[in-house]
Structures are given as structure tokens and as C-alpha cells.
């Protein structure tokens, strides 16, 4: 059974950084595309970034660009979302997703078919 497993959301000041990993049970990651959603109450699930299997940033939500990044631990079978200079606007439940393909195609979460249980991240004084 393929399954998405995240860890490391918690709580951060302003300013701060926090890594969050997304590790995958029953298939490889390099064969896949994924991307990274959050999702806050009353709002629906909104893309971010997306890792495609060659190893590019794709940008989704501008907000993020220049202070999220991920890498890949092959040995692992891990990707790592890596969050600077957080906001309190950050402030959400994060999600890795993966696609059935290599590319990344979409921010959109229908385009995702594997999804991790989600991480809480909180960004406050």
C-alpha cells in the first residue's frame, strides 16, 4: 500500500524556520512529482510548490518564493520542505501530495493521488 507519512510541523516564532519531511512507504518518490498544499479552517486546501522527479521548483502561491524550498534524500526515500522567514500567515496544516507522473503539471489538488496526513504548523510570538 503506497502511503505518504509527514513529520516536523510545530510551533515557530516570526521569523523563524522549520523543515517538514515527507517520507513515502511503498513506492519510490523519485518517480514522482510532488507537491506541497496548506490548509487552514473555512478555506480550501491551496497548492504551493511542487518538486517535480527531475528535481525542479515549480512555484504556485508567490508568497512562498524565495523562503520555501525542498530537497530529496534518496536514501531515504524523503523529500523535505524547508520554511524560512516565516509568517504568522503561514499558519496551517501542510501537506505533500504525489502525482502519477514526473512532471509537475498543476497546483491544483485534484491533479495529487497519494497524500501525506498532513503536519500542523503554527507561526506565532
Known amino acids: 500500500q503506497e502511503q505518504l507519512v509527514e513529520s516536523g510541523g510545530g510551533l515557530v516564532q516570526p521569523g523563524g524556520s522549520l523543515n517538514v519531511s515527507c517520507a513515502a512507504l511503498?513506492?519510490?518518490?523519485?518517480?514522482?512529482?510532488v507537491g506541497w498544499f496548506r490548509q487552514v479552517p473555512g478555506k480550501e486546501r491551496e497548492g504551493l510548490l511542487c518538486?517535480?522527479?527531475?528535481?525542479?521548483?515549480?512555484y504556485y502561491k508567490e508568497s512562498v518564493r524565495g523562503r520555501f524550498t525542498i530537497s530529496r534524500d534518496h536514501a531515504k526515500n524523503t523529500l523535505y520542505l524547508r520554511m524560512n522567514n516565516l509568517k504568522v500567515e503561514d499558519t496551517a496544516v501542510y501537506f505533500c501530495?504525489?502525482?502519477?507522473?514526473?512532471?509537475?503539471?498543476?497546483?491544483?489538488?485534484?491533479?495529487?493521488?497519494?497524500w501525506g496526513q498532513g503536519t500542523q504548523v503554527t507561526v506565532s510570538l
Open positions: 511503498g513506492f519510490t518518490l523519485n518517480n514522482h512529482a
Open positions: 518538486f517535480s522527479a527531475a528535481g525542479f521548483h515549480i
Open positions: 501530495a504525489t502525482a502519477r507522473r514526473f512532471d509537475c503539471v498543476s497546483g491544483l489538488p485534484q491533479f495529487y493521488n497519494t
